[in-house]
């Protein structure tokens, strides 16, 4: 009996555990890279036109940027263009479609170029890196409670919890006194 009770009270602990870090349950795997955007942009006249931002969205001058396709850098190195005062740059001779890297200080975008007359509607003027790497913006952490009840491992484990503490209860009262 006193097996049994023990038992109802480690999955109690591992309940409570479970509350407490959902996180390890759902958390990704931090090897693995998550896949590049691709952003669709329209060539204007087989012109790549872009612009180049900071994190707080103000343009970097004289910044070089490169053009790479498939792995293989096609403009780079000292050929690089460099960005104008107001972070502008472009491309020229890129009359067919596809898909391109971007890279400028710190920052870098995929894009599939489409020429003018074939482009989806979707497709933006001109293709935009922001410098400076990811970033990364959240609301509350770990406070938002609504944000932690809104996963189904932690309504499980609530669930899972308020049956077995309860029966661990009323089991422990009725057990024979030794």
Known sequence: MRNATFLQWVAVVMAM?????????LGANPATKPAPVVTDVKLNS?????????????????????????????????????TDA?????????????????????????????????????????????????TQRGQFGLLGFRNLLSNPWVVATLIAAAIAVPVAIHNSNNSPSS
Request: aromatic share 6%.
């Open 86 to 134: 107001n972070g502008l740059f472009s491309f020229r001779g890129l009359s067919n479609s596809g898909v391109y890297q971007v890279a400028a200080a710190e920052g870098q975008g995929t894009f599939r170029v489409w020429p003018e007359r074939i482009a989806p509607p979707s497709a933006q003027p001109g293709a935009l890196v922001v410098a400076g790497g990811q």
């Open 17 to 25: 555990v479970g509350v407490c870090f959902p996180q390890m349950v």
């Open 46 to 82: 087989g012109v790549l036109l872009g612009q180049v931002l900071d994190a707080q969205g103000k343009p970097l001058a004289g910044v070089p940027v490169s053009l790479s396709s498939g792995g293989r850098e096609l403009i780079g190195g000292k050929a690089a263009p460099r």
